[in-house]
């Protein structure tokens, strides 16, 4: 058999298991045959592993408007390098992408720079201002994959519960930034013995707890009306975003047992970072919601192992040096952090605490895909070859420096990782090839 691109001895893991070493041979954007044959593009995979590519539900890559801190390209690039074939961008921009045209510029752009695809999420409201609703059926029509006010947290509760309405409606999905904007007041880290021993203003886990509690009621609300004609099974119209608590996560867990159609994601920094961190008053670590205890990312890790939490959201943050320089009130929230999510997942998770390694895969690449709706990418004869081959043997520390993002700073700076992404494939054509940044 003749195809485009063969990688020789590769072994093989997706969502569903490890599957042994082959030769994958890729012709007409999809696996050919696992069995070898010719190709133009011989590459040698001996010691990598080649998983489907991974997709990330939530990052900011700024564009429109703030190109400062990071554009498409320069974010695009940062995802191939971290083996993302697939970003949902945040609609917190400047303007706000709350239109059909701006959804279709973003796409059509990120189309032309040819690295990872690009799927914007839109405003749930015009503005983000938490008034009025944006116009659902447009924006999915130009390409919108969810809609949400991500960086405000959505107030109104009746607009809220109008928008999943909407949403369950045209087939998209809702994603909130869960905070009590009340109970979390000016705070800039977790309230806790820290932030306490500090004396910086403390945001409360409760914050978080009590939002998503408002949330499922009104998802409960809406399913028991006629907001729910549209719903596919299996599908999730509710999602919270970057849940960082123990108690958030005990609250989710009940309603997904009562068959609520809600889904989570976490973020790396909350899977490997705690508020103690703080301790240094360094604002690298500033981030909302905030890093919070080590209990707390016990109980993550559980809940991503037992399925309780969806997906991987790297919630990719990125800001100039200058202002990520400010002090602990003054700086704002958010990290860099698309290119070393997996490797830093890998290493901490699969190395040190022998999490399943498949497991952690589904969770970068089935999981989010299924919240959307996108079927997922399997390593099978015919399936679609958006793929990355990764080193789980290649230790190199986290050199900020690096970056192909526009933020060259990082929290996990000179961590020693493994797992690092060396090729990554979208539908048959490589996006990245690690010797031509390195
Ligand atoms: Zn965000």
């Given at each position: 058999m003749k195809g485009e691109i063969l990688i020789k001895n590769a072994k093989l893991v997706d969502g569903r298991g490890e599957h042994g070493q082959a030769d994958v041979?890729?012709?007409?954007?999809?696996?050919?045959?696992?069995?070898?044959?010719?190709?133009?593009?011989?590459?040698?995979?001996?010691?990598?592993?080649?998983?489907?590519?991974?997709?990330d539900p939530h990052a900011h890559l700024r564009e429109p408007g703030q190109e400062v801190k990071e554009d498409l390209q320069s974010g695009l690039a940062a995802a191939v390098r971290g083996?993302?074939?697939?970003?949902?961008?945040?609609?917190?921009?400047?303007?706000?992408v709350d239109s059909a045209e701006i959804v279709r510029?973003?796409?059509?752009?990120?189309?032309?720079?040819?690295?990872?695809?690009?799927?914007?999420?839109?405003?749930?409201?015009?503005?983000?201002?938490g008034k009025v609703l944006s116009e659902a059926r447009l924006l999915r029509e130009a390409g919108a994959v969810m809609l949400t006010d991500d960086g405000r947290t959505n107030e109104d509760a009746g607009v809220l519960a109008q928008g999943l309405q909407y949403a369950a409606s045209?087939?998209?999905?809702?994603?909130?930034?869960?905070?009590?904007?009340?109970?979390?007041?000016?705070?800039?880290?977790?309230?806790?013995?820290?932030?306490?021993?500090?004396?910086?203003?403390?945001?409360?886990?409760?914050a978080e707890a009590a939002r998503i509690a408002r949330d499922l009621e009104i998802l409960r609300y809406v399913m028991e009306g006629p907001g729910a004609r549209g719903l596919q099974p299996g599908r999730s119209l509710l999602h919270i975003q970057h849940l960082s608590t123990r108690r958030g996560l005990e609250l989710l867990r009940q309603a997904k047992q009562a068959g609520l159609p809600v889904s989570t994601e976490v973020g790396p920094h909350h899977l490997t970072l705690t508020d103690e961190h703080l301790e240094s008053l360094n604002p690298i670590y500033k981030v909302a919601p905030p890093l919070r205890t080590q209990?707390?990312?016990?109980?993550?890790?559980?809940?991503?192992?037992?399925?309780?939490?969806?997906?991987?959201g790297t919630d990719h943050a990125p800001h100039t040096q200058d202002e990520k320089e400010l002090d602990m009130l003054r700086a704002p929230f958010g990290i860099p952090n698309i290119e070393v999510c997996w490797p830093l997942l890998y290493t901490e998770l699969v190395g040190k605490r022998g999490f399943p390694l498949p497991t952690l895969i589904e969770r970068f690449t089935d999981g989010p895909r299924r919240l959307l709706g996108f079927s997922p990418?399997?390593?099978?004869?015919?399936?679609?070859a958006s793929l990355v081959l990764w080193s789980p043997g290649e230790e190199r520390p986290v050199e900020p420096h690096t970056f192909a993002s526009k933020a060259k700073y990082s929290p996990w700076a000179g961590?020693?990782?493994?797992?690092?992404?060396?090729?990554?494939l979208v539908e048959g054509c490589i996006v990245y090839l690690q010797q031509e940044n390195r």
């Open positions: 041979l890729i012709g007409e954007g999809r696996i050919l045959s696992l069995s070898g044959g010719e190709a133009s593009t011989v590459l040698d995979a001996t010691g990598k592993v080649l998983s489907p590519g991974f997709f083996g993302y074939t697939d970003v949902v961008s945040m609609p917190n921009t400047t303007p706000v510029a973003l796409k059509e752009k990120a189309a032309r720079l040819g690295r990872a695809r690009l799927h914007p999420a839109a405003a749930l409201t015009q503005g983000q201002e045209w087939g998209l999905l809702v994603s909130v930034h869960a905070e009590d904007a009340g109970l979390r007041r000016g705070g800039v880290m977790n309230e806790g013995a820290v932030s306490f021993r500090l004396g910086l203003p403390g945001n409360t886990g409760y209990a707390d990312v016990e109980a993550l890790m559980e809940g991503l192992l037992d399925g309780s939490i969806d997906c991987i990418v399997h390593l099978i004869e015919g399936g679609e961590w020693v990782l493994r797992g690092w992404p060396s090729v990554t």
